[in-house]
């Protein structure tokens, strides 16, 4: 399997060569997506897009362009053979300049464990995940108690998912069940319906704990969906399973656009972390709720969950953790000085700061450079900047 990042070299190499722009950001997104088996709605959800854009303008312009570099038509389908096979036939040449590139980085770091592009959740196994001890250690200790409830809350790209994934993964460790469901994936037309909504979370709760589905054994239209659902999880799902079960639910502000659905919802989840302080079969559910502030929910909304349970937010990162992640990275940051100046423009916040590190420690550009064209049209932050400024035409 050919390293993507080395592949990205060559073709950034021929278009600059034939006179044509490199690939931008979101043409990387795609071609990351296209290793990792990704659809474009998946890709572009993730960083913030949408996904007619990806679909209907990125990935055609990106396919024409590749096109024209290894002289084949290149498809979402056979993109990453034909790429490999024209890399292969690059190989040669290639080769004694990409030794001396790899000379500028730390012996450590190299063409396999050099970083790849910084975007959406970071991997379990990435270097580029800063640990915050004090926050990854009181998660994992309340996701040990009995019916616990954890909520986590930041704006996007903060590492929401990042710890997610982890909390995860430690409950996984434990010998846990997990189950991880999230929102952005809902129909609008499902989360505008309780009752749907509800059959939705039961039915994929059912499916990723690989049980047979028997919602309609405990779904009684005269109880409702709300005692149904309950029913559902306690006496079939929870009876089902000899361990604790971790259901995380991510993106849970989609659901404030359909505030009648989300004040029933945010309920029903405070009454089963309540069920717990009296029945010890909902002692076994164990919840983690991840939502995005951006999304304000009314007041009436935020207090269905506002008392109850371990409340995390996610800050930015300090100058120091900025130096640590900058050394992983390979960078000699060990003044300060660079993270400062970084932090006078982005602050801490932990996607611009990787976005950064990742495009200076491939030497394609230098901090002055990065900072200079950082707020324009240019800079590696353009997509970040243009989101934002979609997000306030809407609401002016």
């Known amino acids: 399997m050919m390293n993507l990042d080395y592949l990205l070299k060559i073709v950034d190499r021929q278009l600059i060569q034939s006179q044509n722009r490199p690939l931008n950001s979101t043409e990387i997104l795609i071609m990351q997506g296209i290793w990792q088996y990704r659809t474009y709605t998946q890709i572009a959800i993730e960083a ?23 002289g084949q038509r290149v498809s979402k389908k056979n993109c990453r053979v034909l790429l490999e096979s024209y890399a292969t036939t690059q190989a040669a040449p290639e080769t004694k300049p990409l030794r001396q590139h790899q000379a500028e980085f730390p012996q450590d770091v190299n063409q396999d464990t050099s970083p790849c592009y ?66 952005e994936q809902v129909d609008q ?84 972390y309540e069920e717990g302080k009296r029945l010890p079969i909902w002692q076994k559910l164990r919840l983690i709720v991840v939502h995005s502030t951006e999304i304000y929910a009314p007041l009436k909304l935020n207090q269905s969950l506002l008392n109850v349970g371990l409340p995390i937010q996610i800050d930015e990162f300090s100058q120091e953790e900025v130096q640590q992640l900058a050394q992983r990275y390979g960078l000699d940051w060990a003044d300060g000085e660079e993270a400062r100046q970084l932090m006078s423009v982005v602050g801490g916040h932990p996607a611009l700061v990787n976005l950064a590190l990742y495009h200076l420690s491939r030497r394609e550009i230098s901090l002055l450079q990065l900072l200079e064209t950082a707020p324009t049209a240019s800079g590696i932050y353009s997509h970040h900047l243009q989101r934002h400024c979609a997000t306030l035409k809407k609401t002016a």
């Not at 910084?118 to 915050?132: A, H, Q, T």
């Not at 749907?196 to 409702?224: H, I, M, S, V």
């Open 118 to 183: 910084p975007s959406g959740s970071v991997p379990l196994d990435s270097f580029c995940y800063l640990e915050r001890s004090s926050i990854e250690k009181q998660v994992y200790q309340e996701i040990r108690k009995p019916g616990a409830l954890i909520k986590i809350k930041a704006p996007r790209e903060m590492g929401k998912t990042s710890l997610l994934l982890r909390i995860l993964d430690y409950g996984n460790r434990q010998g846990y069940r997990t189950v991880s469901l999230n929102l």
């Open 189 to 272: 037309a499902i989360l505008s319906n309780l009752n749907q909504f509800l059959r939705w979370l039961c039915a994929n709760t059912t499916r990723l704990l690989e049980l047979e589905p028997k919602l309609d054994d405990y779904w009684d239209e005269d109880l409702g969906s709300k005692i149904s659902s309950t029913l559902y999880f306690q006496d079939y799902l929870l009876e089902s399973i000899n361990t604790p079960l971790v259901l995380a639910l991510d993106e849970v502000s989609q659901i404030f656009e359909h505030p009648q659905t989300a004040k029933d919802f945010l309920a029903l989840l405070r009454s089963w």
């Open 48 to 70: 913030g897009y949408s996904p007619g854009y990806f679909t209907n303008v990125v990935a055609p312009e990106l396919y024409q362009r590749l096109s024209k570099v290894i």
